[in-house]
């Protein structure tokens, strides 16, 4: 199973007949083909019956189910059962969505059941409100999709940027360590772009590439928007602290500062400014393969 980087786009296939059987093998070939080519991932949704041949096909896709039920195995004729998802390839799974809406109570069972079969919850809230509620039951990822915007090509983030910065202010005080996916009406590469300026870590489409006249190019459009956008907020440290930490994790402080110097920056610079609290704050924080954190030890 595939593990996810930030920023992410989650494409959810529904039920249309575009992402469906065959079709949705064409779709994973274009998201598999896009994924070799950029550091920008995208995973898939597909409908129940599609996930385990796109999973099969495509191992390196993230694969998301569009729901499941809050059961254990036995008799449950008709329901969705989480350990069958995650035996058919998951990577994780759709909760709440404003099409398939379940109680607070079965949304807090399902990050349960998620969290111990290592499957990513995504959770869908309509307002900041019950993004911050959700929050509470700390999962991976909640998406605000207020769902009056769900199809119609207007982007929340454009039409009610305040509802975005709300919730992602929202989750943040109450669980930062949960990503926040940003959907409804998202069409354009500049949907996307202010998606993350706004604080968001990725965003959840459908329509807008499902049923797209040429779904390649608006992925594409997608994942360069997205990449063009981390750039520009990248931190003007990072390339340098990379090359410090040259791919290990944690490092002893004197051993940066030796590395910093041989980088050429000068010692009494790395002494004064890189070594300092809010440096070593930068260092712990998330960076490009949404996995890595870097933290100095004395």
């Known amino acids: 199973m595939p593990r996810i980087s930030y920023p992410f786009i989650l494409v959810n296939c529904k039920t249309y007949a575009e992402a469906t059987g065959d079709n949705v093998l064409k779709l994973s070939k274009i998201i598999h083909n896009i994924n070799e080519s950029y550091s920008v991932q995208i995973g898939i949704a597909p409908q129940f019956t599609d996930i385990y041949r796109v999973c099969l096909r495509y191992p390196d896709i993230p694969v998301f189910a569009q729901h499941m039920d809050p059961i254990k195995p036995g008799s449950h004729t008709g329901h969705i059962l989480p350990e069958s998802l995650k035996e058919a390839g998951c990577a994780g799974v759709i909760i709440n969505h404003s099409e398939r809406r379940i109680r607070i109570d079965e949304i807090c069972e399902c990050i349960n059941i998620c969290r111990e ?3 990513i919850s995504v959770v869908c809230a309509s307002t900041p409100e019950i993004c911050m509620a959700i929050a509470t039951f700390s999962p991976d ?13 207007i982007p929340v983030s454009k039409a009610k940027p305040e509802v975005v910065k709300r919730a992602v202010n929202a989750i943040k005080k109450i669980s930062p360590e949960t990503r926040i996916f940003c959907g409804a009406g998202i069409t354009k590469g500049e949907d996307v772009s202010k998606a993350l300026e706004l604080g968001t870590d990725g965003i959840l489409v459908a329509s807008g590439v499902v049923k797209a006249k040429d779904p390649e190019k608006v992925l594409i459009e997608f994942v360069e928007a997205a990449e063009s956008t981390i750039t520009e907020k990248r931190h003007p440290l990072r390339d340098l602290m990379e090359k410090a930490f040259a791919g290990k994790r944690v490092l002893p402080k004197k051993a940066l500062v030796r590395r910093l110097v041989r980088l050429g920056i000068p010692e009494e610079f790395v002494d004064q400014k890189i070594v300092s609290a809010e440096i ?14 870097y933290i100095l030890q004395e």
Do not use: C, D, W
């Open 117 to 119: 079969l290592e499957l």
């Open 141 to 153: 990822i909640v998406a605000i999709e207020p769902p009056e915007l769900i199809g119609t090509g």
């Open 280 to 293: 070593q704050s930068i260092l712990r924080k998330t960076y490009k393969n949404g996995e890595v954190y």
